[in-house]
């Protein structure tokens, strides 16, 4: 398997077989569920009630909760830092510390903005470990999406594990000349990754200028319809309950504007 498609668990899961765009669109109505309405307990109903039960049905939870964690956890510090301390609008303080004080209402608004994107980064991150990145493709273009929008699409949920997969191999490639990258304190650590930047962003430019010439060469973006190396199956029960989402992420908004819930 290529470096670069390391998010991808490979498995039999009915979760797995699904039709890529099914997933996609399941993203799209829990985000749009997540933030269309204004509670803060509503986000974590639909993390704890869809996306962890399935990550356990495709047998990925103990990974899915450590890319999670792993993304999520220093954006989660860094929201509440400076939202608990900062938030601008007056309420009720909690404590003070010389011009910075702690209120209620930044506790409030940090926690309901982090578990909406809580929900989103998770279904993103199940998406990935579920969903092989050529299926994906694939299942895009059949669907009838335009070539180059499925490829924007494909390509920029592949950014993270193909930087990964580069800053591992520049990384093993330092210590094999000798260079101490995995000793020392935190700030000794950070001050060895800038030696990194450099290699990691000429490859990446190095990368996108490779991919635009096998693109080419490959007639990406002709008029003529390809034929399909990979043929996604798909069934009208998916059809129907990707409607049913689309539905239910839009009924979850209107119900909060009319203060239904």
Known sequence: MSQTLNFY???????HRLNPVTKLVFVAAVTIAAFGVDSVWWPALLFVVLELPGAVIARTA????????GFFGPFLVILFLLQGLTYPDPGTVL?????FAIKTEGLVFAGTTALRLLVMVGAFILLLLTTHPGTLMSGMQQAGLPPKIAYVISATMQIIP???????????AQQARGMETSSGGAL????RLV?????????ALTDVENRSIAMESRAFGSPHHPTAYTVVSDSRTQQAARWGMI?????????NTLGVF
């Open 95 to 99: 404590a003070e510390f010389g011009p």
């Open 188 to 191: 000794s650590r950070a001050r």
């Open 247 to 255: 539905l239910l992420g839009v009924s979850a908004i209107v119900l």
């Open 195 to 203: 030696p990194l930047m450099g290699p990691l962003l000429l490859g």
């Open 9 to 15: 668990d490979e498995g039999t899961t009915w979760i």
């Open 62 to 69: 103990l990974r899915f909760c450590k890319l999670v964690l």
């Open 162 to 172: 193909s930087f990964q997969a580069r800053a591992s191999a520049i990384m093993q």
